[in-house]
Each structure stands twice: as structure tokens, then as C-alpha cells.
């Protein structure tokens, strides 16, 4: 299956914004969603996983969702900062296989 | 603190190969699957391998299943990926990582293979 997610997003500080993971085929609640954050010139770090649990140290602005009737998970970043600003990526389980998204470029204008 | 050090990179010709290695510090090694996570330059994250605790079972991204393989040793704290029969698509940073259900995952610096003439 394929995680497909918009390829950017864009927004001001301050404001909410939803980036979006869609599964191909199979359910979205099968596997659990991880997100990854990715700075220019970094290694990724975990923002959300197990759906919508969050790590030590991420921000109670970070949340994840799942629906069932579209088939997607969701990364919400609410009251978003400059240092938001960077690539995320939802992940998901094939059986034992690894599965990433595309990718989605956060700008904060 | 857990450190993940990839070496082995660098340009080789199409169909050529090419072996990467990654030596961990920090934790108990052979506890922990470990797994090769690529990203070609300004594209997205692919997974590309993992190998068990105890090296007896390895998977593959089906892009490169029969081309790469993933190995360790236990005794060095390190895994390996020999990538034979290389090809263009397959440029990219290759990332040594611990990755977790349950964060964190640890990542690499990553190491460059550029495939081409």
C-alpha cells in the first residue's frame, strides 16, 4: 500500500494547520501512524506515534488523528512557530515492512 | 548516548556495488533490529531494510530485494548493506537507523551513494 500525503502546506505563526496521510488499501487502523519531523540537514525525529500518542519533549501543539472513513491519519500543528517550519512524513507497518509518505513541506511564512 | 556512524559511501558505476557500514555505541546492540532507511537527494524518506536481533531474519523494500543485503555482526556493533547491480533510481543518502515502534528512533548522519557513469 501507499501512505500519500499533499506534497506542501503553508501558514502563518499563530495559525492551525492539518497535513493529511491517506492509505491506498487496507485500513487506516490496521497499523499504527507514526509522524517524523525532518529539519533542512537533520535526521528525522518522531512527533507523533501510535496514531496519537506524543513523545517526551514535542509540544502539546503537535496532535494525531485517525478516520476510518477516509481512509487517512492527520498531523494537526496548532499555534505554529518559525522552527515548526520543515518536512513530515507519516509511516505506517506492511507486516514487518516499513511504509513512509511522500513528504510534506511545511512553510511558516 | 546512542550514536549510529555510517561509512562505505561514494560513486560507483550502474551495475556496479557498493557496501555501507554503520557502527553503533550507546546501547546493548544486539538487542535492537536495526534498518536502512534511504532518501534521495531533495525526495522523501523509503525504507529500505531491516535485519533481526540475531541477524536470522532480514526484509527488503521489494525495489531492492535480490540486489541488497542486510548483515551484521554482533561482536562489532555494526550492520552492513552489500548493494550489488546498482542503479541510477538508487542514488541517494542511506541512513543507518534504530527505528521503534515507540520513539525514539535514532538515525544516522547518512552516507551518499551516487550511481552513475
Known amino acids: 500500500f501507499r501512505l500519500t500525503q499533499p506534497p506542501s502546506v503553508s501558514a502563518s505563526p499563530g495559525k492551525t494547520i492539518t497535513i493529511s496521510c491517506t492509505r491506498s488499501?487496507?485500513?487506516?487502523?490496521?497499523?499504527?501512524v507514526q509522524w517524523f519531523q525532518q529539519r533542512p540537514g537533520s535526521s528525522p525525529t518522531t512527533v507523533i506515534y501510535?496514531?496519537?500518542?506524543?513523545p517526551s519533549g514535542v509540544p502539546d501543539r503537535f496532535s494525531g488523528s485517525i478516520d476510518s472513513s477516509s481512509n487517512s491519519a492527520s498531523l494537526t500543528i496548532s499555534g505554529l512557530k518559525t522552527e515548526d517550519e520543515a518536512d513530515y512524513y507519516c509511516?505506517?507497518?506492511?507486516?514487518?515492512?516499513?511504509?513512509f509518505g511522500g513528504g510534506t513541506k511545511l512553510t511558516v511564512l | 548516548e546512542v550514536q549510529l556512524v555510517e561509512s562505505g559511501g561514494g560513486l560507483v558505476q550502474p551495475g556496479g556495488s557498493l557496501t555501507l557500514s554503520c557502527e553503533a555505541s550507546g546501547f546493548t546492540f544486539s538487542d535492537y533490529r536495526m534498518s536502512w532507511v534511504r532518501q534521495a537527494p531533495g525526495k522523501g524518506l523509503e525504507w529500505v531494510a531491516h535485519i533481526k536481533q540475531d541477524g536470522s531474519e532480514t526484509y527488503y523494500v521489494d525495489s531492492v530485494e535480490g540486489r541488497f543485503t542486510i548483515s551484521r555482526d554482533n561482536a562489532k556493533n555494526s550492520v552492513y548493506l552489500q548493494m550489488n547491480s546498482l542503479r541510477a533510481e538508487d542514488t541517494a543518502f542511506y541512513y543507518c537507523?534504530?527505528?521503534?515502534?515507540?520513539?525514539?528512533?535514532?538515525w544516522g548522519q547518512g552516507a551518499l551513494v551516487t550511481v552513475a557513469s
Open positions: 488499501s487496507g485500513s487506516i487502523a490496521t497499523n499504527y
Open positions: 509511516q505506517s507497518y506492511d507486516g514487518l515492512k516499513w511504509v
Open positions: 537507523a534504530r527505528l521503534s515502534l515507540l520513539p525514539p528512533s535514532y
Open positions: 501510535e496514531d496519537n500518542q506524543l
